[in-house]
């Protein structure tokens, strides 16, 4: 697989690397947690501070307001939708929780999820079955790994659920489940459907239409390469039709019309708050507008076909066993090492200028269970690594193991 690499010594990887200053001194396998953001990302970013420092915050904020608008239409054009149906928020998580509280669930209510979802969002999950009382359901894996989308099919037509929720990519493994095909059953028997999306935007093409979900959560920090401290959440024209919102809303979602009513934002705003730092917005807009210009399509190749020679490499190490499994594996690769912390072997490889990260059981405790490890080694490349920079992490890891 890695064979079929383009070449690195192309004019597009020598920009990306340019665009990317320290990857002269750094080795950054660590882009499914916080990717190196490209230089136009930071130069908007400190280009706002400097405006908010120069004329105010509000002041800055009202200037920029063009920049901000056209923000919200490159984060719509990455994942195929519209800038009306995209809401910021400050993470992924958060967006996730906004589109949880739009449901009133009740004791009996049945939340339908897979194995392999995100340790935040199952323990959403189990406190909404403390506090309201529904019903969890983990839908069995397919043999081949991955959320089963033929048992999803016969758990809802055995019982309607109030809502189906899925991690399309999981923290802690290069897994891609089927979330088009859940998204099929779920159109069709007309169930709400959330798509945790945190691991798949910026390293790989999305389409909302073709996933036919309802809601989307995702973050700017990760393969986006994006800054820290912001996510957004796309919402579906049918759910802002039914005048879904999320459960506490502030005067930036609503409009306070008289003293015992309110009146929704029309558009996904609604699940926005106030308050927001317009120099992450505008540093998201350009990290959207940079992943257009480099292609999600050449993203996608390229990440995915790095993250394969990974594997390839680290299996080739004595005492070491990759844990990935699934039909279609994508740029999280993932291994654990024979008597070794993955913690302590990730801070020593950080030592020498290599980044990579590492999960721990209780990321994914039913998947690491499964797969008898309580740690995990976590390589995440992106377009812009290459081969020599995999080869020489694989080299320091054979030297500490």
């Known amino acids: ?21 320290s990857c002269a001194r750094l080795i950054h396998l660590n882009n499914a947690g916080a990717a190196l953001v490209p230089r136009p990302v930071h130069e908007t970013v ?27 239409q490159a984060v719509a054009e990455v994942i195929g939708a519209q800038a009306r149906n995209i809401a910021l928020v400050q993470s992924s998580t958060a967006a996730f929780a906004q589109a949880m509280s739009a449901f009133d669930f009740k004791p009996g209510d049945l939340l339908l999820t897979s ?24 839908a069995p894996d397919a043999p081949e790994g991955g959320i089963d989308a033929d048992a999803v099919r016969s758990l809802v037509a055995r019982r309607r659920p109030s809502l189906v929720a899925l991690t399309w990519i999981p923290t ?34 999305i389409d909302v239409a073709r996933l036919q979900c309802d809601f989307l959560a995702a973050t700017a920090r990760k393969f986006l390469r994006g800054p820290r401290g912001l996510g957004f959440l796309y919402v579906s024209d049918r ?15 609503a409009t306070w019309t ?36 480099v292609g999600l399509e050449m993203a996608r190749e390229r990440a995915w076909e790095l993250a394969g020679y990974v594997r390839s490499r680290l299996a ?30 990730k801070l020593s490889l950080r030592a020498r200028g290599i980044n990579l990260s590492s999960p721990e059981r209780e990321d994914a405790v039913i998947d690491m269970d499964e797969k008898g490890a309580t740690s995990a080694l976590r390589a995440s490349p992106h377009y812009y690594n290459t081969r020599e920079e995999i080869d020489t992490a694989v080299e320091a890891l054979s030297q500490l193991i």
């Open 115 to 138: 194995r392999s979802d995100y340790a935040s969002n199952q323990i959403m999950y189990l406190s909404l079955a403390q506090r309201r009382g529904i019903e969890i359901v983990r």
């Open 172 to 205: 802690n493994s290069g897994l891609v489940q089927p979330a088009q095909a859940v998204g099929e059953v779920c159109a069709a028997a007309e169930v709400p459907y959330l798509v945790d999306a945190c691991q798949a935007v910026g390293q790989m093409p």
């Open 316 to 345: 080739e190490l004595p005492g070491v066993r990759v844990l990935d499994r699934g039909p279609e594996l994508c740029a999280i690769a993932t291994a654990t090492v024979e008597g070794r912390r993955a913690e302590e072997l």
């Open 239 to 253: 759910m802002l039709e039914t005048g879904a919102h999320p459960l506490l809303v502030d005067m930036h979602g």
């Open 258 to 293: 008289a003293p015992d009513s309110f009146l929704l934002t029309p558009d996904a705003r609604r699940f926005e708050y106030w308050e927001f730092s317009y120099a992450l917005v505008l540093g998201l807009g350009a990290a959207a507008r940079y992943a257009i210009e």
């Open 46 to 72: 400190n280009r706002h501070l400097e405006l908010e420092d120069t004329i105010g915050g509000y002041e800055a904020g009202e200037v920029a307001r063009p920049a901000i608008v056209g923000s919200y």
């Open 1 to 21: 697989m890695a064979g079929t690499l383009s070449p690195e010594s192309t004019a597009d990887l020598l920009r990306w690397r340019a665009d990317t200053p």
